[in-house]
């Protein structure tokens, strides 16, 4: 499986980004769960961000809600991360996930936001 993580940057406090993830597989196949994203900000652990369900249902770490929003379009095997007015706390390294039918999570390479104040 690959992942493709795409539309990182540096974004201004207060701004907007949207991240795009693209997979190699049928991600509305019965073998595939969650589509997620996750961060890992420099010195810091590996934190959910938001993560989403085949059937539609959305998840997220507190310190996004409001703010950050997760879709998938299963039709292009995507998903994406819209985030509205980001912090210059959520700059790391944003890495796309997908659930195999394992229930362990496939990883793609990160891409890098950088919010600036």
């Known amino acids: 499986v690959q992942l493709q993580a795409s539309g990182g940057g540096r974004v201004e406090a207060g701004g907007s980004l949207r991240l795009s993830c693209v997979a190699s597989v049928n991600i509305a196949s019965r073998d595939r769960g969650d589509m997620g994203w996750y961060r890992r900000a420099a010195g810091k652990e590996r934190e959910m961000v938001a993560r989403?369900?085949?059937?539609?249902?959305?998840r997220y770490a507190d310190s996004v809600k409001g703010r950050f929003t997760i879709s998938r379009d299963d039709l292009k095997n995507s998903a994406y991360l819209e985030m509205n007015g980001p912090k210059p706390e959520d700059t790391a390294v944003y890495y796309c996930?997908?659930?195999?039918?394992?229930?362990?999570?496939?990883w793609g390479k990160g891409t890098l936001v950088t919010v600036s104040s």
């Open positions: 989403i369900s085949r059937f539609g249902v959305a």
């Open positions: 996930m997908s659930e195999n039918r394992f229930g362990m999570d496939d």
